[in-house]
């Protein structure tokens, strides 16, 4: 979510050894990568009645679209497009995480704050959205900066791509806080979009869950190119 803009106002008290402990509720980073790439061939695989009615809440992928700077990863995923750099908790009201508490306290506030937003968790996949939700997946990370050790999260999401033969392909994204969005990097012979490689490249490296968020946040920007 890039709290390194407000890294003038936060100085890590504690020692990096004792920020580093893992959230006992932590989903598991390489059982969780499993249960995706299943999931993601279930997608590819199943019957096109059979897919999940989330589906038709997937925005497209429209890089040109989210070349704002004043979005972040987690407007994202939301594809919210309102030019706030929103982060979790922002629409209940709430101060975003702060990146210099204890990294485990860091990653529940993470998620509680996106709770309040209206975005619920999810069990064990993202395909336990309801009709009226779409998936997004939250990560976090401590980072050594000048300021000293500091907590981060980053949000990714699914877009469809349409290829030149009418085929629907499901992708997952991300936009690394002021850059520009793209696509995660493609898993060798399976093809599939491995959010948790992309993830652990960036340095978050603790999987904070799946989470199911309400259509109803979409604010989509203008489409740069007919749907």
């Not at 995706?36 to 279930?42: Q, S």
């Not at 990863?73 to 702060?98: E, I, S, V, W």
């Not at 709770?115 to 990370?141: H, Y």
Request: with cysteine; hydrophobic share 35%.
């Amino acid at each position: 979510m890039s709290a390194f803009n407000f890294l003038n106002s936060f100085i890590v008290q504690e020692p990096y050894e004792d920020i580093v402990a893992a959230n006992d509720n932590e989903p598991d980073f390489s059982a969780a990568r499993k249960r995706f790439f299943e999931d993601m061939a279930y997608l590819t695989e199943c019957p096109e009645h059979e897919k999940p009615a989330f589906l038709k809440n997937i925005p497209a992928w429209d890089p040109e679209a989210w070349s704002s700077k004043e979005n972040n990863c987690y407007n994202f995923a939301l594809n919210r497009d309102t030019k706030d750099y929103l982060q979790p908790g922002g629409l209940a009201g709430m101060p975003p995480p702060h990146p210099a508490i204890r990294f485990e306290d860091y990653k529940k506030d993470l998620i509680y704050k996106t709770e309040k937003d209206g975005v619920r968790s999810l069990k064990t996949s993202f395909l336990e959205c309801a009709p009226d939700e779409m998936p997004i997946a939250l990560f976090a990370g401590l980072f050594d900066t000048f300021f000293g050790i500091i907590s981060d999260g980053h949000c990714f999401g699914p877009k469809y791509i349409t290829t030149c033969t009418g085929k629907t392909t499901y992708v997952w994204t991300e936009k690394p806080g002021e850059g520009a969005p793209d696509l995660c990097p493609s898993r060798a012979k399976l093809g599939y979009v491995d959010i948790f490689e992309a993830a652990a490249k960036r340095g978050y490296t603790d999987f904070c869950g799946f989470m199911a968020a309400p259509a109803s946040l979409q604010k989509p920007p203008p489409p740069t190119y007919a749907r």
